[in-house]
């Protein structure tokens, strides 16, 4: 028998092997399918776009917080800027302190523009789009990051 | 020794084979061949043409082919008709074809797409994913899209159509316009005013396909294309209707579909209604009371036409009576005529309009009433019959003159009931008096003491009289009110 | 001495993966002789509910059709697809339709999953009904399967409540009316408490349905307690009386098969002996754990083949043909979806799923003979039948006993004539209240089409009784008058019954409404 031969495979058992084969396939394909099932294939839930009220109602140098939806709105004499109050470490809603932020749950610190100043958050607390809508209330999108510094001039 | 597993390898082959055929064949059909897909990657070309500004280029790179949808928890409703129309808010696509196209007009401005979505206006499926189960025109949906020139009738959702303008609501602005002049509240209630004699409308736009009979009707099985086709000819949709022809032309039959349309307690909330609709709800629980003509034109024509002739109606299978006819109003009192409206009369099809039951304010009827009035001759005072009539002699003159018509006991046939305690009240010694001396012209009912040959003498008025008056006692009411309730209401289907 | 354990520990690391490996397959490679065999068959949890060695008839496609391994199979896709729909499925009035709507539309492979899930729990009855009529015919209930007989008809009446627990779930128009309907018929025996006027005192069927909605409407209680029996209850009884039905079936020593003739040949290793007439006295443990003696070595074969790996082969190979039927139908079907409920306009006709048909053309003549007394009484029959046809004989062999055959195809020509005629003159001529308007309605529940076909069949099954001189054919006229009266009553609800529960030819005769 030479080497270039093929291995001797009995019919039978190249039956059963094919037969299995295709089996495991048939159930690995299944089982890609209903892995895919529990992920969401669209996201549930209204667009955060949460309007604010007038401009007019916010004086310079002022700063709001809006509890409900985890954010607070400043304005300064450049514009208007929105910070999430969802802090960047593990989603606990931040506090208003002294000088910034404070987290209650792990102990991060944040300065007044959000910028992380102690504790585990690796990064600033996000900076969310402001905007106004057709009837001139201004509007925060929390969907939507700018990047820091960002004023929205009304 | 042959294996008995043999076979049984083989099936596990073949079956695995299929089975990961179906399997891949599902997940190709789900992941490559939706439509949404297709018309994704269209846009995503479209926006690469158009990405000439810094803008257009963000909005390129945003971009994702994915499905979205847009989710109003105040409305009750996720709609994903964005998952096709991506170009809806993009004021540069207006030259582009559907579903791509930015949305027409002005509308958006004001009621953007994450606040309202899309079906509160425009009906239609919002939780398909393909544009023919979104039209829900032949899939198990209640409320199919709306075609576009019947979009108008959603707006009153929110609004008040008396007061939103005209060229944004045509159809409806000439629907409701229609609906008085030809007259429907004659027959039908809405707002709690209106006749009994067809359903009320109340509700009409909220009717699924399944409340109406299709059977007569081409499709599309539509509730618009019922309505359509119902005002351009009822009895041909609804066999045995007792509605009408309202003649009226194709546009003036869309324009009265897009106001049944609009005929729709939707609860909304309040924060998405407009100030004037609220006013309109306010309006509606306090209402202005209308003229008496105005109240005629609307409540009265369908039957009563114009008042002064009467007519056979083979529908009704009676005399209508001329109320504004000279030889009535100069007969009847006031009380008689108000009485007759207030509280209809029972066994014709005229039904009561009192605030109890038509919704008609007492100053509007006092005001009907003064209407019919108004083309009546001064009458001159009668001379007061003095006789004292002889109810069993009333009662043969009755047999042989009067109850052909009027039916054995005042029961009514042809001509109208008389045993009927609203007639027994309202109709006073002298109005029934006068309309035996006089007839009652242009009806069947003569006159039996005319001048020239004089039927009854005054003696025997005056027992016909009598015996009239015996019909209104307690125990021939009895008999009376078993009658009528064991008999079929009038009227049938609408 | 610390280096020796520092050596140990690098040893072990070294051998991690083989130690695990040999952990978890004990056996390591395929087995190779019938003793490796044996070992992979009792050794795993899963496998050693079955014998080590199994009769060569059970391997025979024709003898059961793999059915009750179907039924199990598509129970286990039912109960995988179900869980799946349970992430996105809402038990909530309000939210209840959209997310099946949601599952439809949005969900990765939702809409195939619920077809799925729909389309096995279909071919689960079907097939359970069947298993049922297979076993029947080839008699196999008989002494000593009357116990497991019974817990089949368990299983049965569990398979039907799953499905009709299921069908409330989507919340759709054809949902709340069938579930109305169905918890009136829970509600029937008022038709009887009523007509003798106890019902003050004596409300079993008020109860029923109290017990079944927690209301007096279908509404949000009713759909939390079919919830619940559709997720959990019944499919927790379902699995376990399935593992006794199982087990029974090696206690009773497997699939029923006539015995071996005695005296007969059988093959082992190449050569033919006489087959291996075990002894009534003795017990033959396999391990040699029970006392009696041992079975005798090389004493002869028993016409039976190594389970590893003939019979595994079967039941994965039929759990695969399963698997690709409901595929198939799944990809090419959707499972129906209907309008959100409604409780002010009626579904018309609002007709069950298909193997409720039968059951609801009986209960148009009368809810409470139709709907609760004919399937009591079928049921009491069925469960009745291993116990009153006590003569061996026929086992394991499709219509075994002589004349059974003959008496089948009789009974089916029987049937169709008494089912046909009798469905053709209620249609044409209407039924006592046609003719007796007044009739009180005693009358009514004791005497319809319904009641006149228990009545029939049951005169018939007594005349072959009588002619034949035979239980089992008795039993095999009845059985079979019933299947071919359900099967006809399905047929002829499904096709021939329209709006208003009227006759017609064809569904699309149906008027348009």
């Known amino acids: 028998m030479s080497r270039l031969d093929p291995p001797h495979v009995s019919r039978r058992s190249f039956l059963s092997l094919v037969s299995l084969g295709s089996f495991f396939a048939a159930l690995g394909t299944a089982a890609a399918g209903i892995f895919r099932l529990p992920n969401p294939a669209v996201l549930p839930g209204p667009v955060r776009r949460f309007k604010l009220g007038p401009p007019e109602q916010f004086s310079a140098g002022s700063e709001t917080a809006f509890a409900e939806q985890n954010l607070v709105l400043f304005r300064d004499d450049e514009g208007f800027y929105a910070i999430s109050s969802t802090c960047t470490h593990l989603g606990c809603t931040v506090a208003r302190s002294k000088d910034g932020f404070a987290c209650p749950c792990h102990g991060s610190r944040f300065n007044s523009k959000g910028s992380v100043v102690g504790g585990p958050a690796p990064r600033p607390l996000p900076w969310l789009e402001v905007s106004r809508s057709a009837n001139g209330d201004l509007v925060v999108n929390a969907d939507n990051e700018v990047p820091e510094g960002t004023r929205y001039r009304v | ?494 | 001495m610390a280096e020796t354990a520092t050596r140990e520990f690098l040893h072990n690391l070294h051998d991690l993966p083989q130690t695990v490996k040999d952990s978890c397959f004990r056996l390591g490679k395929a087995p190779e002789s019938e003793r490796e065999e044996s070992q992979a068959t009792f050794h795993n949890l899963f496998l050693h509910i079955h014998s080590v060695r199994v009769h060569v008839r059970t391997l025979k496609p024709t003898l059961t059709f793999g059915l009750g391994l179907m039924a199990t199979a598509s129970f286990l896709i039912t109960i995988i697809t179900g869980v799946l729909l349970m992430v996105y499925y809402k038990p909530s009035t309000d939210l209840a339709y959209q997310s099946i709507k949601d599952i439809h539309f949005t969900v990765s492979t939702g809409r195939f999953i619920r077809n799925i899930h729909r389309w096995s729990a279909q071919l689960m009855v079907l097939v359970v009904l069947l298993h049922m009529a297979r076993v029947f015919f080839t008699a196999s209930y008989k002494k000593p399967r009357e116990f497991n007989w019974l817990i089949g008809l368990a299983l049965l009446v569990l398979t039907l409540a799953l499905s009709f627990t299921g069908y409330l779930l989507p919340w759709d128009q054809l949902a709340y009316w069938a579930i109305t309907i169905g918890s009136n018929i829970a509600n029937s025996p008022r038709e009887l408490t009523d007509a003798i006027g106890i019902t003050r005192f004596f409300d079993p069927g008020g109860f029923q349905k109290r017990l079944l909605l927690g209301a007096n409407y279908v509404g949000q209680d009713a759909l939390i307690r079919f919830y619940v029996l559709h997720v959990f209850v019944l499919p927790l009884a379902l699995v376990t009386l399935l593992g006794v039905h199982f087990w029974r079936i090696r206690k009773d020593g497997g699939l029923a098969k006539p015995e071996d003739p005695p005296g007969g040949l059988a093959e082992w290793g190449g050569e033919k002996r006489p087959v291996f007439q075990p002894l009534a006295t003795k017990t033959y443990g396999l391990m040699a754990l029970v006392k009696g003696k041992r079975a005798p070595v090389n004493r002869g074969p028993e016409n039976t083949v190594m389970s590893w790996p003939h019979l595994f082969w079967a039941e994965l190979s039929v759990f695969m043909v399963t698997v690709a039927v409901t595929l198939i139908l799944a990809f090419y079907s959707d499972a129906p979806l209907k309008e959100l409920a409604n409780a002010a306009i009626p579904e018309n006709p609002a007709k069950a799923p298909w193997y409720f048909l039968g059951l609801q053309e009986l209960v148009s003549y009368s809810a409470f003979m139709g709907g609760m007394l004919i399937p009591m009484i079928v049921l009491v029959g069925l469960a009745l039948i291993p116990f009153l046809d006590r003569r061996p004989g026929g086992e394991g062999t499709w219509f075994g006993t002589s004349h059974e055959r003959s008496v089948f195809w009789q009974s089916i020509f029987f049937a169709c004539a008494v089912t046909v005629g009798m469905l053709a003159f209620t249609v044409n001529y209407g039924w006592l209240r046609n003719w007796f308007p007044n009739i009180h309605q005693l009358w009514i529940i004791a005497i319809n089409p319904g009641s006149l076909f228990v009545l029939i069949f049951a005169a018939w099954s007594i005349f072959i009784l009588k002619r034949k001189d035979s239980v089992r054919l008795s039993a095999v006229s009845l059985f079979t008058c019933f299947l071919v009266g359900f099967t006809l009553l399905t047929y002829f609800a499904t096709v021939h019954r329209g709006p208003n529960w009227h006759f017609y030819w064809w569904p699309s005769q149906w008027p348009v409404h």
């Open chain 2, 1 to 494: 020794m042959k294996d008995p597993s043999r076979i049984y390898r083989w099936l596990l082959l073949v079956a695995s084979v299929v089975t990961i055929v179906y399997l891949v064949g599902a997940a190709v059909r789900e992941n490559y061949l939706a439509q949404w897909r297709t018309v994704q990657h269209e846009y995503r070309n479209i926006l690469r043409e158009k990405a000439t500004d810094d803008r257009g280029r963000e909005l390129l790179a945003k971009f994702r082919v994915e499905m979205k949808q847009t989710t109003i928890p105040a409305l009750g409703t996720v709609d994903r008709c964005v998952t096709c129309h991506n170009g809806i808010d993009d004021p540069r696509m207006t030259d582009m074809p559907q579903p791509h196209r930015t949305h027409p007009g002005h509308i958006l401005d004001k009621h953007p797409v994450d606040r309202f979505g899309c079906t509160v206006c425009h009906h239609g499926q919002g939780a398909a994913m393909s544009f023919n189960e979104a039209k829900a025109e032949d899939v198990f949906w209640d409320y199919p899209l709306l075609p576009p020139e019947l979009t108008e009738s959603t707006c009153v959702t929110c609004h008040d159509a008396e007061r939103l303008p005209p060229d944004q609501i045509p159809l409806l602005t000439v629907g409701m316009r229609l609906y008085r002049e030809k007259s429907c509240g004659s027959c039908h209630k809405l707002g709690g005013r209106g006749g009994s004699l067809g359903p009320a409308l109340d509700n009409e736009g909220a009717k699924t396909k399944h409340q109406l009979i299709m059977t007569n009707l081409k499709p599309p099985h539509t509730t618009w294309s019922w309505q359509n086709a119902h005002f351009r000819d009822p009895g041909g949709v609804v066999p045995d209707s007792l509605m009408r022809n309202p003649t009226v032309t194709r546009q003036e039959a869309l324009a009265l579909t897009a106001y049944m349309l609009s005929q729709w307690k939707r609860d909304v909330p309040e924060s998405y209604l407009a100030p004037d609709k609220i006013e309109q709800k306010y309006r509606a629980l306090h209402p202005a009371p209308l003229a008496g003509e105005e109240v005629y034109r609307g409540y009265c024509t369908a039957c009563h036409g114009n008042g002064t002739y009467t007519r056979w109606d083979k529908k009704f299978n009676r005399f209508i009576p001329a109320i504004r006819g000279v030889s009535l109003i100069s007969t009847a009192t006031r009380e008689y005529l108000r009485a007759n409206i207030e509280q209809g009369r029972p066994g014709t099809q005229m039904p009561a309009w009192g605030s109890h039951a038509g919704g008609l304010l007492p100053e509007e009827i006092t005001g009907v009433v003064e209407y019919l009035r108004s083309g009546a001759p001064a009458v001159p005072a009668m001379t007061a019959l003095t006789l004292h009539g002889d109810d069993s002699n009333g009662l043969s003159l009755f047999l042989k003159n009067c109850a052909g018509c009027h039916g054995m006991n005042g029961r009514g046939g042809m001509a109208p009931e008389i045993g009927n305690p609203v007639f027994q009240q309202a109709a006073t010694d002298e109005f029934i008096i006068r309309t035996i001396r006089n007839g009652r012209i242009g009806t069947a009912m003569p006159a039996f003491q005319r001048n020239d040959a004089p039927a009854f003498s005054d003696q025997d008025i005056a027992d016909v009289l009598a015996y009239l008056r015996t019909l209104g006692e307690p125990k021939a009411q009895k008999a009376m009110a078993q009658r009528v309730t064991s008999r079929t209401p009038p009227g049938g289907k609408p």
